[in-house]
């Protein structure tokens, strides 16, 4: 038992290091990079609901928005990075940083909304996509209305 | 056959028309994001590969490179966004819009070895990993090499 909680102690101080090695400029780049690309791909959905609907490329730009979503983007707000500039100035607010159960309800609501995305897509039902978008969008901006600074 | 024509014609101006929506400094913006979370997986798969091995972290990394990898990026360089900013100047060399088959080439290289690297994660193979990162970095660096610009 003892060994055991040493073992995760040693775990959890690994990861730590492993966190700390990437730079907080660098983190900042990478979480803007993620969000930005999300971006696209949530415009380029809007585009194929509103327009011409091409279900193939709803679902690489829904699969591309799951995996992002997916890939533990929580590692790149080291402590310290509500401060600095990566592609641009972080516009994080410090409540990110002190507000772990809000963080966690909303980055908890992106994921279930990003992948169930990922499953209307293919059905290639562009009105659900449409409605599913909706959903998605609003836990985007959950987060921003709470832990991110307007321009 | 003569009205199947007419659907692929139309289909090819519509398909322009999407993408000449987006915006050259958007779209600019939107490939550099893409790049530059990728960035994020390739450095963390390295840490892994060369530090403490976590499984569950190399396939989120995997499965992200690979849904950007497959989302269909080609979209972001639209005929005139050889010059441009999205988050900084666009490298993006002139070759790049001429030498179709040289883009096609590297492109294909790079989606079979993005492929390849989720599989290999899957298998939580350290060593395999390791190995297959050298070959994805390679498609990295050939396009690099020939289609993008030095600092």
Redesign the interface.
């Known amino acids: 038992m003892k060994s055991k909680l040493l073992l995760a102690l040693l775990t959890v101080t690994?990861?730590g290091t492993?966190i700390a090695?990437?730079k907080t400029e660098?983190a900042i780049?990478?979480r803007?990079?993620?969000?930005?690309?999300m971006?696209?791909?949530m415009?380029?959905i809007k585009?194929n609901v509103e327009?011409?609907y091409?279900k193939e490329?709803v679902i690489?730009?829904a699969?591309?928005i799951?995996?992002?979503a997916?890939?533990?983007m929580g590692?790149?707000y080291p402590q310290g990075s509500d401060k600095g500039t990566g592609?641009?100035a972080t516009r994080v607010k410090p409540e990110f940083f002190t507000n772990k159960e809000g963080v966690t309800k909303v980055a908890m609501a992106f994921n279930k909304e990003a992948n169930e995305m990922a499953k209307v897509a293919a059905t290639g039902d562009a009105a659900a996509v449409g409605a599913q978008l909706g959903k998605l969008g609003g836990t985007c901006k959950g987060c921003h209305d709470d832990f991110k600074a307007k321009k």
């Open positions: 690994l990861a492993a090695q990437v660098d780049k990478y803007q990079s993620g969000y930005g690309f971006a696209w791909n415009a380029r585009a327009g011409q091409n490329e690489k730009a699969n591309a799951q995996a992002i997916n890939s533990g590692a790149l592609w641009e």
